[in-house]
Nanobody, 127 residues
Framework: QVQLVESGGGLVQAGGSLRLSCAAS????????MGWFRQAPGKEREFVAV????????YYADSVKGRFTISRDNAKNTAYLQMNSLKPEDSAVYYC????????????????????WGQGTQVTVSS
């Protein structure tokens, strides 16, 4: 069983920055692919970013590329999402997710392969 706890959300003005953290339980965090997704009111959950177990491979949604950076510290069992140049359209509940079964990278941008999810943290960007 893996537990994920997000933190770092809040209210920020457009153009500002936030850093989200996702703390994971378990001794095999370093083997997990970690993803970030978000869901705005009335919209479906969408992919934001993903990082491989080693940190050597990352993918981003086009809407956040160049503004967001995903990273991880396997010694701390924690994944991060640094969000810069925030826009009102970035407002959403942000979820981290762990993929623990070695799903191929072609699946990482969909929610389907992720078997553990955090409770979410609210990010609100004011204009």
């Amino acid at each position: 069983q893996v537990q994920l706890v997000e933190s770092g959300g809040g209210l920020v003005q457009a153009g500002g920055s936030l850093r989200l953290s996702c703390a994971a339980s378990g001794r095999t965090f370093s083997r997990y692919t970690m993803g970030w997704f978000r869901q705005a009111p009335g919209k479906e959950r969408e992919f934001v970013a993903v990082i491989s177990w080693s940190g050597g491979t990352t993918y981003y949604a086009d809407s956040v590329k160049g503004r967001f950076t995903i990273s991880r510290d396997n010694a701390k069992n924690t994944a991060y999402l640094q969000m810069n140049s925030l826009k009102p359209e970035d407002s959403a509940v942000y979820y981290c997710a762990a993929e623990t079964n070695g799903s191929p990278a072609t699946n990482w941008k969909t929610a389907r392969p992720y078997d553990y999810w955090g409770q979410g943290t609210q990010v609100t960007v004011s204009s």
